[in-house]
Structure formats: C-alpha cells, structure tokens
C-alpha cells in the first residue's frame, strides 16, 4: 500500500475505532508486537488494540477492505507465534479484560482479551471453578477454542465442557452469539477449531463447586526403571479415580528437585499427580502410582489450588523461546522409550517428553458431540522444549521433531492443537481427524467462505 494510501486509511481507521491503533511509527510499538514465545518476531503494520465488539468489526472490515492478513491475540502465547504476522493487522483485545460471576448461576463472563489467572481469582472467590491451563498468563480465548487441557478435566472435563456461550464477531462483521442452542452447528466448531469462524470477544462458562486445595505429588525414579514406572502408569491411569490427573515424565535431574548427586544433568523418570478431592482419600486413590520400583525421590504435600495454578507463572514466564510438539496414544512400545531418554540427555535446550493422563470426564463426552477430537484416547504425548540463544532453534525444533517421530507409530486419534507449534494442513488432519473435517470445512464455507481467518490451524472452506 503506498504510504499516502496508508496515511489517509489510517487516518480514517483512527476515527472510526474506539481502541488504539498502533504502527511502526509508535513508541509503543515494540512492547506491543512482543509475544510470549521470542522464537517469533513479528511485526505487523498495523496493531488494533479493540476497546470492544464494535472495535473488533471496525477492525477485520478495515483488515479486509485493505487486503491485509488478520492476526488475533489474547494472551499472546500461541506456541506456533500465529498472534502476530508480518506486514499484516493484528486485532488485538489484551484491553478487554474482565471476569464477572454469578455465584447463584454458577456462571463466568469472560471477556475476549482476559486471561486464566483472572477467571481463576474471580471463580474461587465463591469457592467455584472452572478448568483451565495450567499458566495463569495464558489467554482464555486460545486455552478454550482449542479444547483447554489442564489439572481438573479428568473430573471436570475439558474447558470446551464447561463452556455455556461464545460471543463472536464473524468475518463479514457480524455479532453472534452461539450456544448449544442457538447456532449449535457454530458451537460445535468453535469447540475445538474455534479460530476459524470469527473472533471471540466474550465466553460464558459454567462453573462447578471446588477447593480450595491440592493434594499433589512427585516420584522420581532412575532412567533405567523407565518401563517399570511406565507399567505400573499406564495400567493406573486406565481406571483411576476421576479426581486424580497424573504425568508420566522424562527430564533430566536437577539438584533443586532434591536428586543425588550422580543423577543429576541426567535422565530422569518422575511421576507426578494431584488429587482434586477428599484429602482423606488421596493417599488410598492414588496407592496404585506407588506400586513400582522404589523412588529416588519422593515428594507428598497439599496446597491452596490458586498456589499451584501460579505456580509456573514464572517458569513458564515471557522472554524465552519454545516449542512443543504432541500427538495422542493409548500406549508406548519400550524401545520408544528407551530412545526417548537417550534423546533428553542430549536435548539443546531445556527439554522433556511427557505422557498426560486423559480419560476420565473427558472421555464421557460423545467424540462426536464437539469438533475436538480423541476423547477416547488414553494419553497425550508431547515434547517440549524451551532455550535462550537463537542460533540453537533449529537444533531444538529438530530435537523435538525426533522425539514424537518414535512414537509416531502409536499414534490415535487427535491431537491437542495447543500443544503443537507446528502448523499445516497435515498437522490440521491429525488433531481433527479425517472424520471431522468434512463438517468443519462446511462450517468454514457457511461463516467464512473467504479464509479470512487463515493464521491459525487452519479448516479450509468446502
């Protein structure tokens, strides 16, 4: 766009928005393209921080009349960098914060741009929850249209089963609010594709009785007792109590984790949990995680919920680069395994492989009743990695590459699409599956037949 074109569409797009448009020019500019993930350095032309919906339509209708691509960002910590774009209009809601509950209803209002330590704080103020992630500064938008994985689902379910209402402002500019009831096809999509029909600038989530505490644990255990753990795991985890999630790790060991000496800078498996109820009942729930080798580490102890969910706020903070890679299992061969630890002791960066604990509530939803798939799948597993040092991407993108090769052969169905930063039309099939996509791309055709919103995993219109 020549530069007088620019500075007249700009001008007029700062009378009609309501929110702030920020470009290259602007002193604040940097500050507002950085994303939590620095592996990704963007820089869009134009970033439309929206005060509210109607910002949200000016936005994609400048966006479109102008023929620049559309970003969305929330909380900004999409592993693949999709919240950004190069030359492109970032719709930005980082200033349409807020969570509002209503303890008799047992309902959340969660604006667009709010993250998951606000619905947190507001939610057990009434001694109320509803599942989320595991960081606090992740944004709710991405955590929920993805599915939302997090400590509580396997009683809970997952944050898309507690979700009551999406609001959306559609490609074409349009306000809708869709339900189970009310546009319950578009509902259906948004639970689990969701980036693909519009942006989302309100939700509304039921709410369950919870807390306030924790009741957790770690074991660690010799690399050479991999199988062993992994066993006595995967055969607990098939019929654990609802109220137990549980991973099964392999990291290297640290002295801060309280390991011997000769362990540590190696290979590690540990085995943590938390139990989400009775605390009189966690020692006798969780009984079957103890049936195997003996731990070289062993660590039991109960913590306010809000603790533990802030509790990787700064592990997991800005200013690091990451990626993270995951597919669905239902088990792992040895020799996988075997493998795996031999990668991790020489991972670049700081890295692990982990194997999730799904089932329970989340597998007592009908896979077919929302667009994310798997819901029978015994486990997700995932490599992920984070580092300083730029020249060393590749090498960890490689190195995360490498492991879930090993285990590409027991892959099943589904994929957690937030934890994979790679994108594509492959990876697209693997976390919805052939089944699915046919009914998405009818959906992306009915709301968004031109692919205005690309930047994402992205269904393609029929």
Known sequence: MPDAVLTTALDQLRRTFGGQVITPTDADYDEARRLWNTMHDRRPAIIARASDAGDVATAIAFAREHELEIAV??????????????????????AMRGVSVDPARRIARVNGG??????????????????????GHTGV???????????LQRRFGLTIDNLHAVELVTADGRRIRATADDEPELFW???????????????EFRLQPFGPLLHRG????????AGDVWTVFRDYARTAPDTVSAIFEIDRASVEAGYPEDLVGKPIVFVSYNHCGDGDAAERDTAGLRAGPRPVVATVTSEPYLDVQGAHDLQFGWGSRSFIKGHYVDDVRPAALDEAIELVATVPGRGAFSLTALGGAISRVDESATAYSGRAAGFDASANTGWDDATLDEANIDWARRVMALFEPDATLGSYSNGNSDAGPEETRRIHGAAKLPRLAALKRTWDPDNVFHVNHNVRPA
């Open 189 to 203: 999509g948004l639970c689990g594709a969701g980036w693909n029909f519009g942006i989302a600038t309100a939700f």
């Open 141 to 151: 938008a991405g955590l929920t249209l993805g599915g939302g994985v997090g400590r």
């Open 114 to 135: 709010a993250l998951l330590g606000e619905l947190e704080v507001a939610a057990q103020a009434h001694g109320l929850v509803c599942p989320v992630g595991v960081v």
């Open 218 to 225: 770690v074991l660690g255990y010799r690399a050479s007792d």
């Open 73 to 94: 960002r929330s909380g900004a910590h999409a592993h693949g960098g999709v919240v950004g774009r190069d030359g492109g209009l970032v719709v930005d809601l980082s």
